[in-house]
């Protein structure tokens, strides 16, 4: 499917630098395009191979377009454009209508005509798949769940009983929707389990990572805005919310009735500590413990970066002794005042 | 399904200061819950919220009594006995016996008649099935599994050949026990797999989080005590021995080989690396590294909290100097002496 | 299955100190060990065990060798001769060939006659599957994917559309590969998804661990190399690039566009930002953050051990007034310069 850079331009907004007739068909990187393909320039780490690039086009700014090779599709935000472009280049398969073989639908759920239900997948009483939806293979849906227009489930998802999608959600494969919060009441020297009897919200344009687990409610639902996206192997405890726009990196995990704002960006494998407030519009940094609430919009850090093992070591033993050090200097302190 | 205060009081041993006669029908928080509701109170973080709370009751302690202006139901364990009322007024469904469509179980497996195997559920040669028990959906048993009486595995748990479960465990949705352990032995530049021969062993109550992951031991066994809870996506190495009732929050990573003692609590995110032994009531908080065995019962530490960006980077820089800082000091010292 | 000591010798390259015509018929740990077992001594740490075991052959090194009360098979590298002789004694049960009930597999595949697909297996469009291949139970095998001679799928595995498996790999249950990589175009205050279009590559004599996730490229591949071996919980972000024969522990993630040398051991719990490079024969220990581009062979560290948690609290509260420390001492200084 190739498309002229003008029409690119038209329906993108962008400033066209060169032959509006030439057509890309499929996009490539800016070291491995051929001709026919889009490239874009975004992150500056790769200005170095714009020079060199064999891309029919390239998705950039103004101010890199001066260096710019091939025809260039200007946009004060490339990346962006080249999104989009690329969707409309690379389309997904549209969902086949229908039952695959092996697919189980209860007789009480409401599945819209042109919703697919892949091989496998299991559908529970009362539950509602909206128009357009793709479940896939091997899925299993509890009871009285709400999946919503256009929502794509890739192979063995589980969405257990109550979870609500929004619109357009996608979740990857192995995500689990749904699980029973981690409640245990001290008895004693034994533990007994707080029945989770919440569910999970989902709102629209929702996106899960690959193996991503969101435990039921305790009692309230675990709520998750419109627009967040969440990365792979992600874990969000029960009760947690998660604000609109907000985007977590894989491997991080967030305790319990946790509330995190609008519009966050939380690196990976950083920890969220239990029952505290995050605001709107904070960064947090990989490998960050944040283990106090934070009220004040910027960027919170909590990660060491890495050292030759002999270097760490050494330094690892000072901060142990950093106490003793402190000492030190208090009494060369008092020492002087003599 | 209601329950008056009068018989919850007698039947969970609670003093009850109000109508006897007021009935509840259902669990709600503080904050949110309707007459018909009863609601808890245990941890204080959440006491302001006691005052304006529209519950028909409440489960605290006499500390807090006081205030309640609803019914109160008095106990020492408000939680216990919140979690303990809490199922009773929510009962799970029952497993309704037999085979849904797909399931597969092998002519050698013994299933008893009152266990319900989920659709597309497959149950593999010489396994066995106890009383009760509750296999969901896409569930995949091997070989020579045995699964104790009133067992509930949630859909999609895999249970490699040779896993034996107690009674009364609960595995949530993508558990996968019995996995090979990471064994392999150096042979020049390459890699050489060591079979891993051993099963695991799981005792009575035990309950599993969502993706979490239990490998089996290499010659001996992977042993879980009873009672033990473990969260979500936690990773149990080969080998690994955790004791009685010892509960380990999400994330969090056991290397080969250690041992767990009894009624330890770990919390979120934590790494302990392989052939430790850690004694029994040890508490580890969320993000250290245990790389040390540890023989004294108590509190261990090692994450440390997130601070603003420009703050931690200042921080981190002084720190990799803190070796030039000790050397300022020691000349100082030395200075001092002359 | 038995085999003299004789046999072993020859088959291993190993000297025996002790009668060739005893018989092993299984393995043991030299702890475990009962007659008729054969143990090892790889491990230091387990030395002090040889002296009691009650195996009837022990393979380990010739240091060790005379401490040995059973017969030796002694080798220079006990561990990988261990691996192979318990990999004889043990063999894995073939793959049965042919197709299990509910077992799925498109008119477009090409399966080898000798591949086994499990039960509710689903196979995809112009997928090729080699011969002796295992799949397991209710894996999900999408459009276009490669399965190279002689792999094994654990059950619950997800190979997404695209993704390619060179020969002998093994996959653990509940496996992902091929998932959409995290891309997303800020767009004002949403976020633009980014089509993933790219796939995963995956070399010869790969092992990869439970509920690993590995993300298809978003342009050009993701590329695993040969003889990888990869253990649980691992997250591989979209364009990772692992060099051949290098290992990594649990837990670990690797961000975008990483590259990753040959040889290199990676401990678990490792976070790795995106966009560097990690040159050959790095070790990195566990609980680290790399957040640079290493270029010279070598360890590298990170991680603190937890202390008491009083200890840490007061090692902590130092730390974070490291700054006024150092101010301290350079007023010292400027005193003493007085």
Redesign the interface.
């Known amino acids: 499917m190739g498309l002229t850079l003008g029409e690119l331009a038209v329906r993108f907004g962008c400033e066209l630098r060169g032959d509006a007739a030439v057509v890309v068909e499929r996009?490539?990187?800016l070291a491995?395009a051929a001709p026919g393909d889009l490239a874009f320039l975004?992150?500056p780490?790769y200005r170095s191979q714009l020079k060199g690039t064999r891309a029919s086009a390239v998705v950039l700014d103004a101010a890199a377009a001066a260096e710019c090779p091939a025809a260039a599709l200007v946009h004060s935000?490339p990346?962006?454009t080249?999104?989009?472009i690329?969707?409309l280049l690379?389309p997904e398969a549209p969902a086949t209508p229908g039952r695959?073989?092996?697919a189980?639908v209860d007789a009480s759920a409401r599945v819209a005509a042109s919703a697919s239900i892949?091989?496998?997948a299991?559908i529970g009483p009362r539950s509602t798949i909206g128009e357009r939806v793709l479940i896939?293979?091997?899925c299993?849906i509890?009871a009285d769940v709400h999946v919503g227009d256009d929502c794509r489930l890739?192979?063995?998802v589980?969405l257990?009983a109550g979870t609500r999608l929004g619109a357009r959600a996608?979740l990857?494969?192995?995500v689990?929707i749904g699980?029973?919060g981690?409640?245990?009441?001290?008895?004693g020297?034994?533990?007994?389990?707080?029945?989770q009897?919440g569910r999970v919200r989902i709102g629209d344009?929702v996106?899960i990572?690959?193996?991503t687990?969101i435990?039921r409610g305790a009692?309230?639902d675990t709520v998750i805005g419109d627009?967040v996206?969440l990365?792979?192997?992600i874990?969000v405890?029960h009760n947690v919310q998660i604000g609109e726009?907000t985007?977590i990196?894989?491997?991080t995990?967030i305790?319990g009735s946790t509330r995190i704002g609008a519009?966050c960006m939380i690196a990976?494998?950083v920890?969220i500590?239990g029952?505290l407030d995050i605001c709107d519009d904070v960064?947090?940094?990989?490998?960050?413990?944040?283990?106090?609430s934070i009220s004040t919009p910027?960027?919170?850090?909590?990660?060491?970066?890495?050292?030759?093992?002999?270097v760490?070591?050494?330094?690892?033993g000072?901060?142990?002794r950093?106490?003793a050090?402190?000492g030190?200097?208090t009494r060369?302190?008092q020492?002087?005042k003599r």
């Open positions: 996009v490539g990187t491995g975004a992150n780490q935000n990346y962006a080249y999104a989009r690329a969707a690379h695959a073989p092996g189980q892949g091989a496998n299991i896939g293979a091997g299993v509890g890739h192979p063995r589980t257990e996608r990857q494969s192995g689990v699980s029973d981690f409640g245990y009441a001290r008895d020297r034994q533990w007994t389990k707080v029945p009897l344009d996106e990572g690959a193996n687990t435990d009692i309230d627009g996206k990365d792979n192997q874990q405890a726009h985007v990196a894989a491997c995990g305790s519009r990976g494998a920890g500590v029952h960064v947090v940094t990989g490998l960050s413990m944040v283990s106090h910027g960027v919170y850090s909590g990660g060491i970066p890495a050292e030759p093992a002999a760490w070591r050494r330094l690892v000072r901060l142990k950093i106490d050090l402190a030190r200097v060369l302190e020492d002087g």
